[in-house]
């Protein structure tokens, strides 16, 4: 916090950009400038300021739309942005803290508003860097884990794909898509906790290998479980083993108990790992797969209407995986199993 930030005023008027720096830069922090709205919006994606107290009233494009714009990429989303303007209407305000806005500002600023403002806002721009970087060994820890195994690199971005591909079709809420993303990437994170002899056999598991690895949702779970942001994917990360008809693991849920997109990461999962190399077999003709989630289906152990939703991107997923590979037979993956 008490380190140099970088600040972006955004104004198209010369006099406020300098009344703005001279308030800012005895507090010890940089100022670099943009004149309008599109100038804004580049100079945010090139050189990441801290934070940005950006002019409602912008050529180009405007604050708000630039704002918006921000707040909507996931690149930009957490940089704080402070509207200054000099509308002062409750409206005005409520429509920047519409846009996402992280405060709002009336002209002509108050040093010490302005200083109480940019100190909070830095604050929380500290918090979520840190939050960032957590996040970061979690997905390297992810990374580490498809590693171990060749046979499973590119495994948990695919399972991601898959998973927000269904869910769109499926309508399900940006929110819920965004968790299926994050819940692909890292879902099998908990395999680090297994042995590399076991993760990579070749033929079938004993009853006791089998038991370790059933470990992996739990391991997983108690890895991410302290950082605040994974609370909402921490339940696809414990439950995406689990089936309706309780035979999944590692609580045996059934039915109802298994929230939906924890289902349709089930069946991303399920689908990657039927078309993909193992230790144990060869990937399988799309045929073969069908087959398989037909049969999973009509035992209750899938939705059938999941499926059914499913199976119209199957060939778009199997194009997916990659360069074309020799495949197995059914007959393979019921001995593996």
């Excluded at 042995?195 to 059933?214: C, H, M, N, Q, S």
């Excluded at 499913?310 to 990659?322: C, I, K, M, N, Y």
């Amino acid at each position: 916090m008490d380190s140099p930030k970088t600040i972006l005023v955004a104004d198209d008027e010369h006099k406020n950009r300098l009344i703005m720096e001279s308030l800012i830069t005895p507090l010890g922090h940089d100022v670099i400038f943009a004149t309008d709205g599109e100038e804004t919006l580049e100079a945010v994606r090139q050189l990441r300021p801290d934070l940005v107290l950006l002019d409602v009233m912008m050529p180009v494009i405007d604050g708000y739309t630039v704002c918006k714009t921000l707040k909507g990429d996931e690149e930009t989303r957490l940089i704080p942005i402070i509207m200054v303007s000099a509308l002062s209407e409750m409206s005005d305000k409520v429509r920047a803290l519409d846009c996402d806005a992280d405060d709002f500002l009336s002209k002509p600023v108050n040093r010490h508003e302005l200083t109480a403002r940019l100190r909070s806002c830095l604050r929380i721009k500290a918090l979520n860097d840190r939050l960032e970087r957590s996040e970061s060994v979690i997905f390297a820890f992810a990374r580490a884990v498809e590693a171990k195994d060749p046979y499973t690199i590119g495994h948990s971005e695919r399972v991601a794909k898959f998973a927000v591909d269904l869910a769109r079709s499926l309508g399900l809420p940006q929110e819920t898509i965004a968790e299926l993303k994050f819940g692909g990437l890292l879902h099998d994170v908990g395999k680090i906790g297994v042995p590399d002899a076991i993760l990579g056999k070749r033929g079938k598991l004993t009853d006791e290998e089998f038991t370790v690895v059933k470990r992996h949702p739990e391991i997983g779970e108690e890895i991410c479980r302290p950082l605040k942001s994974f609370g909402a994917i921490l339940c696809l990360i414990r439950s995406h083993h689990e089936r309706l008809d309780g035979s999944g693991y590692p609580d045996g849920l059934r039915a109802k108990s298994i929230p939906l997109a924890v289902q349709v990461l089930s069946i991303a999962d399920v689908f990657d790992a039927l078309t993909s190399d193992r230790p144990y077999r060869s990937s399988l003709v799309l045929p073969d797969v069908e087959r398989i989630f037909r049969e999973e289906a009509d035992r209750g152990r899938l939705a059938a209407d999941l499926v059914e939703c499913a199976s119209g991107h199957f060939e778009d997923w199997l194009r997916a995986t990659g360069t074309p590979r020799p495949r197995g037979s059914v007959e393979e993956l019921l001995q593996a199993r």
